[in-house]
């Protein structure tokens, strides 16, 4: 069962602060709006809570002067400054023009984009996109396995594509399942609500009680963890 949630103030920051069935504590600043959210299991005291936050509160102030004064370009052009997403923290892009191979890699806080000169911006995208499908993959390949051995069921194989208007899908037909190449820019936390989200399908292919029972049980926290996803959307 949850607590219903209260505002607190720590340090000239007001959270949104939720006791929950978890295990650990979870802080989130959304980009949408510089809200913090505070989720703590409901065995720490709430004085753990506060020195937790405390000693975050410099990265919270942070998160929120990026996401309130950050310039946030309507379309993209792949070129060096912008910011691109990978698992829900913000990058620098850095291009490199280069002859031969072209690829990415990722330093400290930049992704660098080295691609031979003249390369179309189209080109330059799909060399992105193989980035992230790359990153998702192996990403994914972990976290069903490990999910499935919890929850005792077994998808026959999984895919990533695009999709407009979902994170992912399940076919309980087939047992495949399918998930959205942007989740490669969300939180891990988030892809894995997602994952967990589509494998309760092979228990219950509806979004009945039983459905919501099974994601109670297996991830207590997954309404906060669709909250943040769609909040980043």
Known sequence: MNVSAKQIEIDGVFLQ??????????????????????????KISEASIRIAILERIAW???????YNFEEKPVTQ?????????????????????QVGLQKIYVVDNKIHLC??????????FLVLDK??????????????AHWQALMGVQASSFGIKRMKTRWGSCNTGTKKIWLNLELAKKPLECVEYVV?????????????????????????DWRERRLLLNAMS
């Not at 979870?26 to 510089?34: F, T």
């Not at 070129?79 to 620098?92: A, F, K, R, V």
């Not at 691609?115 to 330059?124: D, E, G, H, P, R």
Request: glycine content about 4%; charged content about 20%.
């Open 196 to 220: 967990v989200h589509e494998l309760a399908h092979l228990l219950e292919p509806s979004h009945n009680y039983r459905f919501k029972a099974y994601m109670d049980e297996f991830m207590p």
């Open 60 to 66: 919270i102030k942070q998160q929120q002067t990026k």
């Open 131 to 144: 980035f992230y499908r790359a990153e998702l993959s192996g990403c994914l390949k972990k976290m069903i």
């Open 77 to 97: 052009q792949m070129i060096s400054g912008e910011n691109h997403y990978l698992w829900g923290d913000s990058y620098c892009l850095d291009v490199v023009e």
């Open 17 to 42: 602060f939720q006791r929950k069935a978890i295990k650990n504590i979870y802080i989130k600043v959304l980009p949408s709006s510089g809200q913090v959210l505070v989720s703590a299991p409901f």
């Open 115 to 124: 691609i031979n000169a003249n390369t179309s911006l189209k080109n330059k």
